[in-house]
């Protein structure tokens, strides 16, 4: 073993470890225990896939010491994360194509972790969404004395029904959004060190692939016309996300070099775009449009 490795790795697992910590043990800054992933990205291409797996098997055993197996497993997770995005980052992959990967392998290991602790009387999703009926109850007790019990009973009910029912679109989300992030930290903290690592495109370019338009109005009119059911809801819903995500990307391109406006008004807007329920909707059929005719060639 390389001495100057072996050091270098141990010392993103100690940082690794410290943000699990601080994850599972300050509420607050829950957050960190998501950035797991880039140390081990930092270590797997620093010092070498070898070091990036040990590292791997060290912080799920001080995990299991200081929480619980399903725990630890989820941290191990975010670390198999971090490897892979290591291992396609060393392999020189570009950017976009690194997030896919890794997205879709981590989506399909999770999978499969799923069914082996549910082989095991673990079912790790049924067990979340019992926590949350739980705080449900809860806090539908607080308001047993008010006049607007009913209200609030079919408010959380609602909400209860529509979390079993976007739990796969969820993960899938969760997934995607935990890649890109550690990607983007990592490779910013890599070329800091004078490591090449490939650009993502500039999000002001980001668009849904063509096809995706058609499978969405498709989604809407099945479940429209015919049956409403799990698996076109699903669609709609990570549809849905990403035409708001390029919906807000085309915003920002139109504001910044259309109308000249400074970076950090133009955040503020697609903010407010967002937290305003029309303006989520306006996202949605922009990012739709610019979907399939590319808005940026008439602007």
Request: proline content about 2%; some cysteine.
């Amino acid at each position: 073993m390389n001495t100057k490795n072996l050091v270098f790795a141990s010392m993103m697992t100690a940082l690794a470890v410290i943000l699990s910590v601080i994850g599972l043990f300050v509420p607050v800054l829950f957050f960190t225990a998501f950035l797991i992933p880039v140390p081990i990205i930092i270590a797997t291409v620093k010092s070498g896939r070898m070091y990036g797996f040990l590292s791997t098997i060290v912080i799920f055993l001080i995990n299991l010491i200081i929480s619980d197996i399903i725990t630890a497993l989820i941290l191990a997770g975010f670390c198999l994360i971090g490897l892979i995005i290591g291992y396609f980052i060393d392999k020189n992959h570009c950017g976009e194509d690194t997030v896919k990967e890794t997205s879709i392998i981590s989506l399909f290991i999770l999978i499969f972790a799923l069914y082996v602790l549910k082989a095991f009387k673990i079912n790790v999703i049924e067990n979340i969404l019992d926590l949350f009926s739980k705080t449900n109850s809860e806090v539908i007790s607080f308001y047993s004395k008010t006049a607007n019990l009913a209200s609030v009973k079919d408010i959380f009910s609602t909400i209860e029904e529509m979390m079993r029912i976007s739990v796969p679109s969820a993960i899938i989300i969760f997934i995607i959004i935990l890649v890109l992030v550690n990607y983007i930290f990592a490779s910013k903290i890599l070329k800091m060190q004078g490591i090449n690592v490939s650009e993502l495109p500039h999000f002001q370019e980001w668009r849904m692939p063509y096809i995706t338009g058609w499978v969405f109005i498709g989604a809407l009119l099945y479940n429209y016309f015919w049956t409403y059911d799990i698996i076109s809801s699903n669609i709609i819903i990570l549809l849905a996300t990403g035409f708001t995500i390029s919906g807000l990307a085309f915003v920002k391109y139109y504001l910044t070099n259309k109308l000249n406006i400074k970076a950090a008004v133009s955040t503020v807007i697609l903010i407010l775009l967002l937290l305003i329920p029309i303006g989520s909707y306006l996202l949605i059929l922009i990012g739709i449009v610019d979907t399939g005719m590319n808005l940026r060639r008439f602007s």
